[in-house]
């Protein structure tokens, strides 16, 4: 098995769980999270520019990817949950997902999911943030070769990533597919021990897919593949 495909069976696990939160925090209502009410800075970068062709797809508009919670931005909710779960937890993985749509605006992601590790506990947790509030989904042991992520080397946000993947191509692939889901993985190289973003867009129809994976601190593409 491929880093990619290990890559992307890992993010489908974490999605699945993610989905079975969110419904949970539905029916729970507003004000069951202890961390509801965290205030965080928006750090988002502005939107570039891109151009367009006759038959290309539209201009991606990434408003809402400005207005929405980034992977930095909820990564502190996501802090302060693991710590409270295990006070040496560490980061291992963040991941996201989002509808892609058909036109080349990818919807913002509402939910981001942190995997934590935790040396003393010999266990790893799974946590969602939906929007302030944070929740552990689930809890187990890692099953593939996870490097810890440091943060302090995570420059590059969500919506910049965004961007590099739509520059690259996947502007072009979502214009020529009808339907595509985005999704993103944030994780440490375990050869170079780099932090990477891996970005992949999916045809959930045909099956086709166009992926990005980048350097999370200076912004590099590393590799483009479809």
Same mark, same amino acid.
């Given at each position: 098995?491929?880093?990619?495909?290990?890559?992307?069976?890992?993010?489908?696990? #974490?999605?699945?769980?993610?989905?079975?939160?969110?419904?949970?925090?539905?029916?729970?209502?507003p004000?069951?999270?202890?961390?509801?009410?965290?205030?965080?800075?928006? *750090?988002?970068?502005?939107?570039?520019?891109?151009?367009?062709?006759?038959?290309?797809? =539209?201009?991606?508009?990434?408003?809402?990817?400005?207005?929405?919670?980034?992977?930095? #931005?909820?990564?502190?909710?996501?802090?302060?949950?693991?710590?409270?779960?295990?006070?040496?937890?560490?980061?291992? #993985?963040?991941?996201?997902?989002?509808?892609a749509?058909?036109?080349?605006?990818?919807?913002?992601?509402? *939910?981001?999911?942190?995997?934590?590790?935790?040396? =003393?506990?010999?266990?790893?947790?799974?946590?969602?943030?939906?929007?302030?509030?944070?929740?552990?989904?689930?809890?187990?042991?890692?099953?593939?070769?996870?490097?810890?992520?440091?943060?302090?080397?995570?420059?590059?946000?969500?919506? =910049?990533?965004?961007?590099?993947?739509?520059? =690259?191509?996947?502007?072009?692939?979502?214009?020529?597919?009808?339907?595509?889901?985005?999704?993103?993985?944030? *994780? *440490?190289?375990?050869?170079?021990?780099?932090?990477?973003?891996?970005?992949?867009?999916?045809?959930?129809?045909?099956?086709?897919?166009f992926?990005?994976?980048?350097?999370?601190?200076?912004?590099?593409?590393?590799?483009?593949?479809?």
């Amino acid at each position: 098995m491929t880093r990619t495909e290990w890559l992307i069976g890992t993010v489908l696990v #974490m999605l699945i769980a993610v989905v079975a939160l969110v419904v949970a925090l539905f029916w729970a209502g507003p004000g069951r999270s202890d961390l509801s009410n965290l205030d965080l800075v928006p *750090t988002a970068a502005a939107p570039g520019s891109w151009p367009t062709t006759a038959g290309q797809a =539209a201009a991606p508009d990434l408003r809402g990817w400005q207005n929405s919670r980034t992977a930095q #931005m909820a990564y502190g909710v996501a802090q302060a949950k693991a710590r409270q779960w295990q006070a040496d937890a560490t980061l291992l #993985m963040v991941t996201g997902t989002a509808d892609a749509g058909d036109s080349a605006r990818p919807s913002a992601i509402s *939910t981001w999911g942190y995997l934590y590790y935790s040396p =003393a506990a010999r266990s790893a947790v799974a946590i969602s943030v939906v929007e302030n509030r944070a929740a552990l989904v689930t809890q187990g042991v890692p099953a593939g070769p996870l490097a810890p992520l440091d943060a302090s080397g995570w420059r590059i946000d969500s919506p =910049a990533a965004v961007e590099k993947l739509l520059a =690259a191509g996947g502007a072009e692939f979502i214009g020529q597919e009808e339907s595509a889901t985005l999704f993103m993985t944030l *994780t *440490t190289n375990n050869e170079s021990g780099r932090i990477e973003w891996f970005l992949s867009l999916i045809n959930n129809q045909s099956g086709r897919s166009f992926t990005v994976r980048l350097d999370a601190s200076t912004g590099e593409i590393l590799e483009v593949g479809a």
